[in-house]
């Protein structure tokens, strides 16, 4: 995937250069230590690539000591973008409404474990322990969901165990979200940006537990080997919705992942499950147009 800043490579050439000469590296170095060729990271510098990788930046940024946004946030923030079409633009100036999934749209945590928990007699929060120390990782793709089925088995002392179908028999649908993700999209372009494990989200348009709509583009982490809030991940997901930073609408549960993304300009509303009918106001409201 590639930035959407066609307009605008010199701009990042030099803010890529003059971080690389602040932090006292010359291009042979930062290229050895972001695995980097010589000649991309050549090319970056002087504006000859028309859309550096994502990734690439993101290597060269965490090299750097410094962020996506300050290398590339000016270039995100104002640059001409490539514009689809759109429905309905809100009060407030939204185009695109991306959801999160896991504590939005569904609830699932305390039913998956406690039944692992019945079954095999492992106290829950240990359970719950062991899947977030490795949760990050099968989320990013760098680990499979039978690596990660086979450590949470040896956890619980279970011959086999399939996560997928706990966490499938486990989530309960926010009905009030549900109902609101059908609206949204009848008024705006939608998508969905989650952290979640591979393969799931299909499974949850099979099944109907996410709403059934034509989604304009779906961010799913295990795919795109980034999670939130990484700063990657919002630019790749604004490259996708094909809109300008401040036409986006970004609802999570996480108030961390929600201020990534304000950092990136984009407009933000947190979600309390506890509250699903007072959070669904809340949105509409945002969303009037």
Same mark, same amino acid.
């Given at each position: 995937?590639?930035?959407? %800043? ?19 590296? =010359? ?11 010589y000649?991309?990271l ?5 504006g ?20 996506m946004?300050?290398?590339?946030? @000016?270039?995100? /923030?104002? @640059? ?8 309905k ?16 749209l569904?609830?699932?945590? /305390? ?7 019945q ?10 322990? =062991? ?6 990782a099968v989320c990013?793709?760098?680990? =499979? ?5 086979? %450590?949470? @088995? ?5 011959? =086999? ?9 486990? %989530? *309960?649908?926010?009905d009030?979200m549900k ?7 009848? /008024? ?5 940006l ?33 999670i939130k ?8 997901a604004?490259?996708e ?15 961390t992942?929600?201020?990534a ?9 947190w979600? *309390? ?5 007072e959070?669904?106001?809340? %949105? ?6």
């Amino acid at each position: 995937m590639s930035v959407g %800043i066609t307009a605008s490579e010199k701009a990042l050439g030099k803010a890529l250069q003059a971080a690389r000469q602040n932090a006292g590296l =010359t291009q042979q170095e930062l290229c050895q230590q972001a695995d980097l060729s010589y000649s991309t990271l050549a090319k970056i510098e002087r504006g000859a690539i028309k859309t550096p990788s994502v990734f690439t930046v993101h290597r060269i940024s965490q090299v750097l000591g410094t962020s996506m946004d300050d290398l590339m946030g @000016a270039v995100v /923030h104002t @640059a001409p973008v490539s514009k689809k079409p759109i429905k309905k633009m809100s009060k407030s100036g939204a185009t695109f409404v991306y959801f999160d999934i896991n504590g939005c749209l569904v609830r699932f945590f /305390h039913g998956a474990f406690t039944r692992l928990s019945q079954e095999s007699g492992v106290p829950s929060d240990q359970i719950e322990s =062991t899947f977030w120390h490795y949760n990050d990782a099968v989320c990013r793709g760098e680990m =499979t969901m039978a690596e990660f089925n086979k %450590i949470l @088995a040896e956890k619980t002392g279970l011959p =086999t165990l399939d996560w997928s179908k706990y966490y499938l028999d486990a %989530i *309960d649908v926010i009905d009030e979200m549900k109902s609101l993700v059908e609206w949204t999209a009848q /008024h705006y372009r939608v998508g969905l940006l989650s952290n979640i494990m591979p393969g799931l989200i299909s499974e949850m348009l099979s099944n109907g537990s996410l709403p059934n709509i034509n989604y304009d583009t779906i961010i799913d982490s295990s795919e795109e080997g980034v999670i939130k809030p990484e700063e990657s991940i919002y630019a790749l997901a604004q490259q996708e919705a094909g809109v300008s930073s401040d036409e986006i609408l970004f609802i999570d549960d996480s108030r961390t992942n929600l201020m990534a993304a304000e950092r990136m300009g984009w407009k933000v509303l947190w979600f *309390d499950d506890f509250r699903p009918a007072e959070s669904t106001d809340r %949105i509409r409201t945002a969303l009037e147009f």
